[in-house]
């Protein structure tokens, strides 16, 4: 808001002059621009941005898509990168139910608008459950990044500590966000990872435990794709100092990978993209945090959680919210954390693909994506001066390819791939440069062996040019 406004925005509250100053003066501000100095310069514009001239609704919409023409997407190009956003099939009811109008307008509704909804989440909240082994499941959070952060939160109001570890194979962006949203009620602290496994690094996690550790988070499958085979005696080791144990997981996994709760897991989170979301610029994502039923546990998460409840009428049953009193719905200002918009479209999605796919669906699923990685990571190691950065560890869905025997960067291989009609792995040089040349390479259901074998075909001509 420029500082010279002097009158009221038609539409902006609080923009009247004297109300604006009176809040200035009572946080201590003399002007508006003083509120955005916690911002890093580096993230500021710091320029005049280059807006074209007024158009009327034709142009715009012809300047707009001409904008979006430009975009390469994953239905032209075969796509293997990964890194948080997968490519999965999205089986068509799935947007045919996310898109009725009573799932899509009901943003806040109460039972008597509801139309369902109390409802859909609920089984939403089930599914779920019964996937990770756990018996409460919250309406979805933003992300995987949010969820893990919460968790984190969870963990320290009911140790009343202050400390979590995390493995330094978390993705990079995730522990940024997480370190954002825990400051400065958690600190973070990193263990780190075997330089041979890409996994936690044990030594390391016993030398760090203390009783000020409040959680220690750990992720099966890890940001790296490597698949945590000691999740008993981590969270052995967690519970040794009464930390909590977190496990953050891909939900898609655990149709062949066992649930975190067999190996000790007090509170799980993860993604819900994988299930039945389309990949968004800017959006498709959602978290989730599930928990046994265990009031301690309950009464620390801030989102909604809805239940079932028998009614007046025999045989009849309602859907609403249990424990509404520890929001921040109902608290406000005096609330554990602040809740507002929740992605539970997402949740209702994620319902749909579980109640479709089933158990056996969810196992042939995670049997056929750990065939196909396989195959893929195979094709390339075999490929001169191609290597995998962890061959003896098993992966789900994604593994780390080292380039560094090839003499090219990562940067100019998948400039090469781009030419050729193909999105090479996320390249990891810059979160990990005592790797060198080493990138992330995703692979799932809908990669046909064809295109396996087209990658390692223009990966090999690349680098054997």
């Not at 009464?242 to 891909?250: L, W």
């Not at 609330?335 to 319902?351: D, N, R």
């Not at 090839?406 to 781009?418: F, H, R």
Request: proline residues 5%.
């Amino acid at each position: 808001m420029s500082e010279n406004r002097t009158y009221a925005h038609p539409y902006i509250p609080n923009t009247v002059p004297e109300v604006r100053q009176a809040m200035l003066e009572e946080i201590g501000l003399e002007s508006v621009e003083q509120l955005h100095d916690a911002i890093p310069d580096s993230l500021k514009l710091n320029r005049e941005m280059n807006l074209p001239a007024a158009m009327d609704e034709y142009e715009l919409r012809r300047h707009v898509e001409g904008l979006l023409a430009r975009n390469l997407h994953a239905g032209a190009y075969v796509n293997f990168l990964g890194a948080g956003c997968w490519q999965h099939f999205i089986p068509a009811i799935c947007d045919e139910i996310n898109q009725r109008s009573e799932f899509v307008t009901a943003y806040a509704g109460e039972p008597y608008e509801d139309h369902g909804r109390f409802q859909t989440l609920f089984e939403y909240q089930s599914l779920v459950a019964e996937l990770v082994d756990m018996d409460v499941v919250n309406v979805p959070t933003f992300d995987w990044a949010q969820a893990a952060s919460t968790a984190i939160r969870m963990a320290g109001r009911i140790t009343g500590r202050s400390v979590a570890l995390l493995p330094k194979s978390v993705d990079p962006d995730k522990a940024m966000i997480i370190h954002n949203y825990c400051t400065p009620v958690m600190e973070l602290r990193f263990v780190e990872i075997d330089a041979r496994t890409g996994k936690m690094d044990l030594a390391d996690l016993r030398a760090k435990l203390s009783d000020d550790i409040a959680a220690v988070y750990f992720e099966v499958p890890s940001y790296l794709g490597m698949i945590e085979d000691r999740g008993n005696e981590i969270s052995e080791l967690a519970h040794s100092v009464q930390a909590i144990s977190i496990v953050g997981v891909d939900p898609i996994s655990l149709g062949v990978l066992e649930p975190p709760s067999r190996y000790g897991a007090d509170i799980v989170c993860g993604d819900l993209q994988p299930l039945g979301m389309h990949m968004n610029y800017g959006g498709g994502q959602a978290g989730f945090i599930a928990t046994h039923d265990d009031e301690t546990f309950v009464m620390e998460y801030p989102s909604r959680l809805f239940g079932i409840v028998p009614t007046e009428v025999e045989g009849e049953y309602g859907f609403g919210d249990v424990a509404y009193e520890r929001t921040s719905f109902a608290l406000r200002e005096k609330g554990k954390e602040s809740v507002g918009t929740q992605t539970a479209l997402w949740g209702i999605t994620a319902g749909v693909y579980l109640s479709l796919m089933g158990p056996h669906g969810m196992h042939e699923l995670g049997g056929t994506i750990m065939q196909k990685s396989r195959y893929a990571a195979k094709k390339l190691a075999a490929i001169p001066g191609v290597s995998l950065r962890f061959p003896e560890s098993d992966f789900f869905k994604e593994f780390v390819v080292d380039f560094n025997g090839t003499g090219l960067t990562v940067a100019d291989i998948n400039a090469k791939l781009l030419d050729a009609g193909i999105f090479g792995g996320k390249d990891l040089s810059a979160s990990y440069p005592e790797w060198g040349q080493c990138a992330l390479y995703c692979v799932t259901e809908i990669h046909s062996q064809a295109d396996l074998d087209r990658l390692a075909a223009e990966m090999e001509g690349i680098v054997r040019a």
